[in-house]
DNA sequence: TATTTAATTTAGCTTTGCCTAAAAATAGTT
DNA sequence: AACTATTTTTAGGCAAAGCTAAATTAAATA
């Protein structure tokens, strides 16, 4: 249930995204793509994770988290999560900027020290990319929360779910902006004086427009 | 100028603490001590460390900081103390618990993070125990500042070196309790509802004595 | 089904950083 | 000055975590 090291840390939590989404046990090849490392390497981690009771290992067929494996797995996503929400929120950080940072700040254990960083940020249920922070005791909400485009930084990419305004005027004036429900964008550039955004292959939209545009951020 | 490991700032780190008010090189074994290692560990990684040019080692005579190794500690020294006031001043950490924690995010060596980590601290001079923060360009300040008894967390001990009111009753309050210039003591507790504290052998220190003290905190 | 191809594991090597035990150098004592 | 005691270094091991290359197993194709 604890007492991971950084590296056995990493491959569960490899582990826990990968098997999000795709069925079934995860391949030696996967785990070792998505960590930059060898099969050879991902293959002797399994067996260890294995022998600690953190994976179910059948060789050449794969692996897949025991639930005490998954735990730990949710623990490092909190603290890398609520990591990246400090990074961005307190200190100013641009999204794309915190991921590294959050990877090794995500491997310091101690409770006491991310429930009081928890707390200090106001116990967020997302982090800035939009992804459920879990819980301490390991729950997690899988929703991505909508969110004003006006709030989106540069070099944030998302999706549009809704809008704030839905009158007639208003639709009309997205339409021909080529504004539409579902389609996904990417903020180039955020202005300072007027609020206004770049968007890749848009050129510019309003503050008046972003603020009126519901969005889910894209990972 | 960098690319230490976690250990090898550990060793630059003890290096510059124990050759700042000792004369002439550290010996291996008072190395190791502070680091709770064997000495043949320190031996051998003095010779690694020398290799990189960061410390003068002389065998059988001790080793020194050069200027390339004493700009790392300061560094590490630096990413350190930030850490603690962090911990203390915006997580409410209490003092002695911060040690640990911060020996571990001192190690996260980037110099955005800890430029921006400063930023948003205020840029503060000392850390939480009273200690120099050194600036991002190595420089230190060697004065503790005075502060203000009130102001001490349970556990501090500190040394009167001043009062703000001079009367002669207060002076002659002061002398009845037993408070001299110069005395250390140490807070063991504080009291939230009349800002009181319990002080080691003293007895109990009101908010209006306490307000009047100045104090330089121990490490 | 037999054979080829691709994925996975095993075997064995490297580096880092620690350890213990033995050897070497310095320091202290008579 | 010689001997002893202490400190420091060297030598040799161990564990973690990565790597390459070879062996094995599973999957795909003829």
């Not at 735990?71 to 909190?78: G, T």
């Not at 929120?89 to 020290?113: K, M, S, T, Y």
């Not at 709030?151 to 902006?177: C, M, N, Q, T, Y």
Request: aromatic share 6%.
């Amino acid at each position: 249930m604890q007492g991971a090291s950084s590296s056995r840390e990493d491959y569960l939590k490899a582990l826990y995204v990968l098997s999000t989404g795709a069925e079934g046990p995860v391949t030696t090849t996967a785990l070792a793509e998505h960590l930059s490392m060898r099969p050879a390497s991902a293959s002797g981690m399994m067996k260890q994770l294995a022998e600690a009771g953190w994976v179910e290992h059948e060789a050449y067929r794969g692996a897949s988290l025991t639930p005490s494996g998954e735990r730990i797995a949710l623990d490092v996503i909190r603290r890398h999560r609520l990591w990246e929400f400090f990074l961005v929120e307190r200190l100013g950080f641009a999204w794309d900027q915190v991921h590294e940072l959050a990877e090794r700040l995500e491997h310091i254990e101690d409770a006491e020290l991310i429930n009081r960083l928890d707390d200090y940020l106001g116990c967020p249920d997302f982090d800035p990319h939009g992804d459920p922070i879990p819980r301490a005791d390991g729950t997690v909400v899988d929703a991505r929360p909508l969110q004003v485009a006006s709030e989106l930084r540069p070099g944030a990419r998302a999706v549009i779910k809704g809008v704030v305004d839905s009158s007639d005027v208003f639709l009309r004036h997205l339409d021909a902006l080529g504004i539409r429900l579902g389609i996904e964008f990417k903020v180039v550039e955020r202005h300072e004086f007027d609020g206004s955004a770049r968007v890749e292959g848009h050129g510019i939209w309003t503050l008046g427009v972003l603020e009126n545009l519901l969005v889910v951020i894209q990972p």
